[in-house]
């Protein structure tokens, strides 16, 4: 089943403006982390921010902020003033901690990834 | 400090052959994860290691797929043969317990011709 959703395979921003990033995900567990990492065109996975499900305030990383709506089971990252480097691909993870009674688990599940363009 | 490294950064093979990738975490940590990124199926986790065991490997497409970590700085991620449709992205990364963040290598594009 799959766990992570991201609607938009692709989106336009203006530089400047800023631009959400729809996430949403299917858990039963009441504690799990949610993830949005980039992947500019060189390749290489950069971690942006980071959401645990019981924090109460939402993320923030410097222009990146996480909207986390935990009853509509929401994650969407949030950019302000766009740059021409935020062209990229953005995945949405999450990491269920079902069994961190039982000594963990790690296991990240992505979504398919919403391509950025950053237009001058 | 080093980041994960991951070798080759690109290998090209033809169908039958074995294939090797390899890579180094990052020192200390001690979670390694092997990724696969295909067009298709999009960034799934093959297996991974805590403290050079492996915890799990549900991700790991057949038998023709076997990982290794022998020690705390090294991983293997082996195919044999190697298939046309095993042509992707593989990743490699690490991370510390209690921690969120894995810190992911650059990458391997396999391509099997």
């Known amino acids: 089943a799959q766990k992570i959703t991201q609607t938009q395979p692709g989106m336009f921003v203006q530089e400047k403006e800023a631009v959400t990033l729809d996430c949403t995900y299917d858990t039963s567990d009441q504690s799990y982390g949610l993830f949005w990492y980039k992947q500019p065109s060189s390749g290489e996975m950069i971690f942006l921010i980071y959401q645990g499900s019981y924090d109460e305030q939402n993320a923030t990383e410097g222009r990146y902020s996480l909207n986390f709506q935990k009853a509509r089971k929401s994650a969407n990252l949030v950019i302000s003033a766009s740059q021409l480097g935020d062209s990229a691909m953005y995945f949405c993870a999450m990491r269920e901690a079902a069994l961190l009674t039982q000594g963990g688990s790690e296991k990240l599940v992505f979504g398919k990834g919403t391509k950025l363009t950053v237009n001058p | 400090d080093a980041g994960v490294i991951q070798s080759p950064r690109h290998e090209v093979t033809e169908m039958g052959q074995e294939v090797t990738l390899r890579c180094k975490p990052i020192?200390?940590?001690?979670?390694l994860f092997w990724y696969r990124q295909t067009m298709m199926r999009g960034l799934e986790l093959l297996i991974y290691?805590?403290?050079?065991?492996?915890?799990?490997d549900s991700g790991m497409p057949e038998d023709r797929f076997s990982a290794k970590m022998p020690n705390a700085s090294f991983s293997t991620l082996k195919i044999q043969p190697s298939e046309p449709r095993d042509s992707a992205v593989y990743f490699c990364a690490s991370s510390l317990w209690d921690t969120y963040e894995q810190y992911f290598g650059p990458g391997t594009r396999l391509t099997v011709t």
């Open positions: 020192s200390g940590h001690d979670y």
């Open positions: 290691f805590n403290n050079n065991v492996p915890i799990d």
